[in-house]
């Protein structure tokens, strides 16, 4: 693979939504795009003294028996029911650090950075070395952000969540900001860097069954952050 192939693969990368992602636990009713989510996995990877990141995905623990009861509330399209969630990660190591130390380190960064910052409940991540390295490679240039404008809305739903501390913005990559069907009514939102998406999520679920006139159903879904 060329150097502009890989680049243009990146850039697809990270465009692509990706998984929709539990957030919390099924109660919360809430959702994440693995898009976002490794916005913030990405980084702290990238943190780990000696690891250069590669490819990262998030997605069901294997080892979950299955078990877990279904949440009583609807799962959006394309979305995992909340269960346990396990991280795969490629990286290529820096001459100068133990390999166990240095996956050890980077294990618990994302393993901290799923929890604490975003919210979702991984329970595993498995890491694989792609290379071996002698030096940092020169840093590869930032791919764009989604750069999706904001969409108008009046509707009431969308006005009382736009109200909560931490939401950047209703988004409509799922269809429209506030989507109301026979199973309940879903929001769609950004999320303002810095904030942890599950909280966020949880206090605009309850704005917006405030709003939503009696609606038995209230679902999240984090689209980016911003």
Same mark, same amino acid.
């Not at 795969?88 to 190591?93: K, Y």
């Not at 009696?214 to 879904?221: I, P």
């Given at each position: 693979m060329?150097?502009?192939?890989?680049w243009?693969?990146?850039?697809?990368?990270?465009?692509?939504?990706g998984?929709l992602?539990?957030l919390?636990?099924?109660?919360?009713g809430?959702?994440i795009?693995?898009?976002? %989510?490794?916005?913030? @996995?990405?980084?702290? +990877?990238?943190?780990? &003294?000696? /690891?250069?990141? #590669?490819?990262? $995905?998030? =997605?069901?623990?294997p080892?979950?028996?299955?078990?877990t009861?279904?949440?009583p509330?609807p799962?959006?399209?394309?979305?995992?029911?909340a269960?346990?969630?396990?991280i795969?990660?490629?990286?290529?190591?820096v %001459?100068?650090?133990p @390999?166990?130390?240095? +996956?050890?380190?980077? &294990?618990? /960064?994302?393993? #901290?950075a799923? $929890?604490? =910052?975003?919210?979702?409940?991984?329970?595993?991540v498995?890491?694989?070395v792609?290379?071996l390295?002698?030096?940092?490679?020169?840093?590869?240039?930032?791919?764009?952000?989604?750069g999706?404008p904001?969409?108008?809305t009046?509707?009431?739903?969308?006005?009382?969540?736009?109200?909560?501390?931490?939401?950047?913005g209703?988004?409509?990559l799922?269809g429209?900001?506030?989507?109301?069907?026979?199973?309940?009514v879903?929001?769609?939102?950004?999320?303002?860097?810095?904030?942890?998406?599950?909280?966020?999520?949880?206090?605009?679920?309850?704005?917006?069954t405030s709003?939503a006139d009696?609606?038995?159903?209230?679902?999240?879904?984090v689209?980016?952050?911003?």
């Open positions: 060329t150097t502009a192939e890989g243009t693969a990146a850039v697809r990368e990270r465009l692509a939504p998984r992602l539990p919390g636990a099924a109660g919360d809430a959702w795009t693995e898009r976002a %989510a490794r916005g913030v @996995l990405g980084p702290a +990877a990238a943190a780990v &003294r000696g /690891a250069v990141p #590669g490819k990262l $995905r998030v =997605g069901p623990d080892e979950d028996d299955g078990t009861k279904a949440g509330l799962v959006p399209p394309g979305g995992l029911e269960r346990a969630l396990r795969t990660a490629d990286f290529g190591a %001459a100068g650090r @390999l166990p130390e240095l +996956a050890e380190e980077l &294990r618990a /960064a994302l393993l #901290g799923a $929890r604490d =910052g975003l919210g979702l409940r991984v329970t595993a498995d890491l694989r792609t290379e390295l002698d030096a940092e490679p020169a840093a590869a240039p930032a791919a764009p952000p989604p999706r904001a969409p108008a009046d509707d009431p739903v969308a006005l009382a969540v736009l109200r909560v501390e931490g939401v950047a209703v988004t409509d799922w429209p900001p506030v989507h109301r069907g026979p199973d309940g879903r929001v769609e939102l950004a999320v303002t860097a810095g904030h942890r998406p599950l909280d966020v999520a949880r206090a605009a679920r309850d704005a917006a709003a009696g609606a038995t159903a209230v679902t999240v879904l689209s980016e952050l911003r």
